[in-house]
Antibody
Framework: QVQLQESGPGLVKPSQTLTLTCAVS??????????WNWIRQPPGKGLEWIGY???????DDNPSLKRRVTISIDTSKNQFSLKLNSVTAADTAVYYC???????????????WGQGTLVTVSS | DIQMTQSPSSLSASVGDRVTIICRAS??????VGWYQQTPGKAPKRLIY???RLHSGVPSRFSGSGSGTEFTLTITSLQPEDFATYYC?????????FGPGTRVDIK
């Protein structure tokens, strides 16, 4: 059974870069047709998809984040990472990593999630 | 972007009740919808994917249906552990988008 675990600083200053890592256990990131995703949820609000990375290194991210997103993968460590630059208070949220299992090249949504980590943007 | 709406935004129900939540997409998305349950302080859990396929381990009292632009999540015989917020997700086209959520609480 796959498990995902987010880690990173809980407090980031405005204008700086938010960096989080998601460690994957119970499955090899480089085998199987998986897309690895980041999703966030501001306190008391709904869910927003941030972006994904595929094993090949191809990525996509939400245009609403104005290209502030970088997602990378390290298959040797079985983990992937998120960098969000130029953060403001609006980026304060619980950040989740999640897996999307592809079937016949199509998404099936997010079958496994990390527990989430709260990141607060404040000086 | 594809916009997802949900109705109702909240509802009160009793244990044993049948509950129906509707999700509508701003354009046709075949059957590329999932449903997620979230309790306070926890990560969302997938209940349904591809509109009607039950995620492994999810009780059969949960079911989904629909295609195109209108989708339904039904919970037959609501249980105490089902009081939560439910979100739909369209996984047809990037950026993937979630509905705003439906809160189900105890009457």
């Amino acid at each position: 059974q796959v498990q995902l675990q987010e880690s990173g600083p809980g407090l980031v200053k405005p204008s700086q870069t938010l960096t989080l890592t998601c460690a994957v256990s119970g499955a090899s990131m480089s085998s199987g047709d998986y897309y690895w995703n980041w999703i966030r949820q501001p306190p008391g609000k709904g869910l927003e998809w941030i972006g994904y990375i595929y094993t090949s290194g191809s990525t996509d991210d939400n245009p609403s984040l104005k290209r502030r997103v970088t997602i990378s993968i390290d298959t040797s460590k079985n983990q992937f990472s998120l960098k969000l630059n130029s953060v403001t208070a609006a980026d304060t949220a619980v950040y989740y990593c999640a897996r999307d299992v592809r079937r016949h090249y199509a998404s099936t949504g997010f079958d496994s999630w990390g527990q989430g980590t709260l990141v607060t943007v404040s000086s | 972007d594809i916009q997802m709406t949900q109705s109702p935004s909240s509802l009160s129900a009793s244990v044993g009740d049948r509950v129906t939540i509707i999700c509508r997409a701003s354009q046709g998305i075949r059957n590329d919808v999932g449903w997620y349950q979230q309790t306070p302080g926890k990560a969302p859990k997938r209940l349904i994917y591809a509109s009607s396929r039950l995620h492994s381990g999810v009780p059969s009292r949960f079911s989904g249906s629909g295609s195109g632009t209108e989708f339904t999540l039904t919970i037959t015989s609501l249980q105490p552990e089902d009081f939560a917020t439910y979100y739909c997700l369209q996984h047809s086209q990037y950026p993937f988008t979630f509905g705003p959520g439906t809160r189900v609480d105890i009457k």
